[in-house]
């Protein structure tokens, strides 16, 4: 969720900055929806890696709460 913040920001920075010629303004809106997309893959890609670890210490956990057991 911490990496949302810094791409919004570049968003803004990137669209106050398009003020200019209509042309660069839509090549730069664009290329900003572009790193929007991107960052928020990338940020979905490490969510997902975080559950996928703390599920995989969750089993590790339980799998030797079972052999302690024993």
Do not use: Y
């Not at 398009?18 to 730069?28: I, L, N, T, W, Y």
């Not at 790193?35 to 799998?63: C, R, S, W, Y």
């Amino acid at each position: 969720m911490k990496l949302i913040s810094p791409i919004v920001m570049l968003a803004l920075l990137a669209m106050t900055a398009a003020c200019g010629d209509k042309k660069d303004s839509a090549a730069r809106d664009q290329e900003v929806q572009k790193v929007l997309q991107e960052g928020m893959q990338k940020e979905k890609a490490m969510m997902e890696g975080m559950q996928k670890g703390a599920e995989n210490i969750e089993k590790k956990l339980t799998d030797q709460k079972d052999a302690s057991k024993k």
